[in-house]
T-cell receptor, first 115, second 112 residues
Framework: GAGVSQSPSNKVTEKGKDVELRCDPI?????LYWYRQSLGQGLEFLIY????????KSGLPSDRFSAERTGGSVSTLTIQRTQQEDSAVYLC?????????????FGPGTRLTVT | DAKTTQPPSMDCAEGRAANLPCNHS???????VYWYRQIHSQGPQYIIH???NNETNEMASLIITEDRKSSTLILPHATLRDTAVYYC?????????????FGDGTTLTVKP
């Protein structure tokens, strides 16, 4: 089936505006992750959803960041009052157990530029 | 999750084996070693994982030391398309494992 998809692929926004980034995980995957990657840097964990459990929000950098996952499938990452330091590639990944490997499948990312 | 340490960069000649090291001295008994790679402008891609035995698949081989404190990813015949950032992470093999801690990885450059 299809892999993890993310939209939009690119987003340019003005400082102070709100943005929503969408992630469609692989169908049936119960775990969903959001990461952020600044230019030339490694991946920074943001938030993790697993089934109906409370999400692990420990990586969210400020209260301007929030995420939800509706119906255990699609997830939306919202950044309010964007700042220039929010500019990065936002990556979504999903994971499940059928392969027994528990590897994460990553989407192509959304490149966010805050001007 | 245990922390990992990798060299920031490595070069390899095309057609030769690329050996990428990773130190994970604080790994717990139930944690696996996973390797991913990220080709420029793409999301990371799973390569291989292992617990304590050496593993091989169509992409690479993974050698884990007996004390499990370090490992080496081997690309037996590197090609130009293997140029990427390679990440070594350790985590339990469970969907409920939570976040993965990715470091800065090793930038492998395969040269003609």
């Amino acid at each position: 089936g299809a892999g993890v998809s993310q939209s939009p692929s690119n987003k340019v926004t003005e400082k102070g505006k709100d943005v929503e980034l969408r992630c469609d995980p692989i169908s049936g995957h119960t775990a969903l992750y959001w990461y952020r990657q600044s230019l030339g840097q490694g991946l920074e964990f943001l938030i993790y959803f697993q089934g109906n459990s409370a999400p692990d929000k420990s990586g969210l950098p400020s209260d301007r960041f929030s995420a939800e996952r509706t119906g255990g499938s699609v997830s939306t990452l919202t950044i309010q009052r964007t700042q220039q330091e929010d500019s990065a590639v936002y990556l979504c990944a999903s994971s499940s157990s059928p392969t027994g490997r528990y590897e994460q499948y990553f989407g192509p990312g959304t490149r966010l530029t805050v001007t | 999750d245990a922390k990992t340490t990798q060299p920031p960069s490595m070069d390899c000649a095309e057609g030769r084996a690329a050996n990428l090291p990773c130190n994970h001295s604080t790994i717990s008994g139930n944690e696996y070693v996973y390797w991913y790679r990220q080709i420029h402008s793409q999301g990371p891609q799973y390569i291989i994982h292992g617990l304590k035995n050496n593993e091989t698949n169509e992409m690479a081989s993974l050698i884990i030391t007996e004390d499990r404190k370090s490992s080496t990813l081997i690309l037996p015949h590197a090609t130009l398309r293997d140029t990427a950032v390679y990440y070594c992470i350790v985590r339990v093999r469970d969907t409920n494992a939570g976040k993965s801690t990715f470091g800065d990885g090793t930038t492998l450059t395969v040269k003609p």
